[in-house]
């Protein structure tokens, strides 16, 4: 089979281990090259709501096949299917289901799973739209559920009782980049036969695979980094067959499916994660760094730098620490809009993960949405910005956050520092 090559690298192919891994830039380029083969090299969009079969045997086999694609796009479409191949790979997990939006990932999940009378474990520090499942959603379902601390592992035993049926994980968590403990509380988990569930769109497979530590599903906005220009909303949830096989049965009734032209954009997008990742890494590390010496910061949250409470255990169970990060101005509320409207290259928008860089105000943007008792529950400052990095040059950004910290000193040093709206 290496004939063709030359002996040296004959034999540094043959030496290395058979067990080694594809490397995950190779598996994205090629994970789904057999999924619906055809001659082109970049793939077809299937821009068709069904499927024709030769028979009555093959039409009743494609029917019946969970998460196919030559059926009907509600049940899958061959596009859906080449993205599920690769986040398989890249998550470690037997399959992939593609979805509508991350949203649509957890409630087909979550509906799939629980039923009235059980009973659901979150996290306090959660995603507004997970919170939002646990504390209004579920219990109108007649669904108890319970949020916990997720620094204490011992927080989620004290939660179990004999409902509890799932467990909903989140590391690093919004907007505080808080870390859970996954391989504890999937231990914890295994030992009740509880489902885990964990969102790993911060991380992203590239920074953290939640299956290596005992996760059951693993869920992603694609949204976010997977597909990493901010011009598709889209969700996957990857994990066993077993579990992926009831969860499909939901997804078919609850019908968020994703259209052809935005799996394949998903697609496109995934070819390079990896590069962008690291990417995304780097200028994270570089602005929490460069940030959280400055006199109008009062703390930055980010799991990479050695004052995280739990960077140990990030450093554990992550290989990379991302792009996201809590900036909490020393200045408050007032403090944290200024910084804001200063950003050049960060604009004010929810989201994140794509190739520029955003930034919100949580405590500004949820003031419609919340009361200031859930702000304040919530434990989240009303001085943070939420910073995520796009791949622009760190320098850059770097230059662009300490003159917009620059700016905002004076509310730090004022003695009649401007009234927090919101406390
Ligand atoms: C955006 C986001 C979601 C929701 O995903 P959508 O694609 O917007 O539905 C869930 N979890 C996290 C961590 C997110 O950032």
Not at 391 to 413: F, K, N, Q
């Amino acid at each position: 089979m290496l004939d063709h090559v030359s002996p040296s690298i004959q034999e540094a192919v043959v030496v290395m281990p058979e067990v080694t891994r594809t490397g995950r830039s190779t598996l994205v380029v090629h994970a789904d090259r057999e999924v619906h083969p055809s001659g082109a090299v970049a793939p077809p969009i299937y821009q068709s709501a069904t499927f024709a079969a030769d028979d009555a045997d093959e039409f009743a086999r494609v029917a019946l096949e969970p998460r196919g694609k030559d059926f009907y796009t509600r049940y899958g479409n061959p596009n859906h299917a080449q993205v599920a191949a690769i986040v398989a790979e890249l998550e470690g997990t037997e399959a992939a289901l593609v979805t509508a939006s991350g949203m649509a990932a957890l409630t087909t999940a979550v509906l799939a799973l629980v039923s009235a009378g059980d009973h659901v474990i979150g996290q306090k520090s959660t995603y507004g739209g997970t919170a939002s499942v646990l504390l209004n959603l579920l219990p109108r379902l007649g669904v108890a559920t319970t949020l916990v601390d997720q620094g204490d592992p011992g927080a989620f035993a004290a939660a179990l009782n004999r409902n509890t049926r799932l467990i909903l994980l989140e590391s690093p968590s919004n907007p505080l980049l808080q870390i859970t403990d996954l391989r504890a509380v999937a231990d914890l988990a295994r030992a009740h036969g509880v489902v885990t569930m964990a969102d790993n769109t911060f991380a992203t497979p590239i920074n953290q695979r939640p299956a290596e530590y005992g996760i059951d599903l693993v869920w992603h906005s694609a949204t976010k980094y997977l597909n990493g220009h901010s011009d598709v909303s889209a969700g996957v949830l990857a994990g066993p067959t077993r579990l992926l096989d009831r969860v499909w049965d939901t997804a078919i009734l609850t019908g968020a499916v994703l259209g052809p032209v935005d799996a394949w954009l998903l697609l496109r997008g995934m070819r390079t994660l990896p590069l962008r990742m690291s990417r995304h890494n780097a200028n994270g590390q570089a602005l929490a760094e460069a940030l959280s010496g400055h006199r109008a910061v009062a703390r930055v949250h980010y799991p990479g730098l050695p004052s995280h409470p739990q960077h140990d255990l990030a450093k554990c169970q992550m290989s990379g620490f991302g792009a996201v990060l809590g900036v909490e101005l020393a200045g408050g509320y007032a403090a944290a809009d200024a910084f804001l409207g200063r950003l050049r290259h960060s604009r004010r928008a929810a989201s994140l993960g794509g190739v520029e860089s955003l930034a919100v105000h949580p405590a500004a943007m949820w003031r419609g949405m919340l009361s200031d008792t859930q702000i304040a529950a919530s434990g989240v400052p009303s001085g943070l910005i939420r910073l995520a990095a796009g791949i622009e040059d760190a320098a850059d950004l770097v230059h662009d956050a300490l003159a917009a910290a620059d700016s905002v000193i004076e509310y730090e040093d004022s003695p009649t520092r401007p009234k927090e709206p919101v406390s």
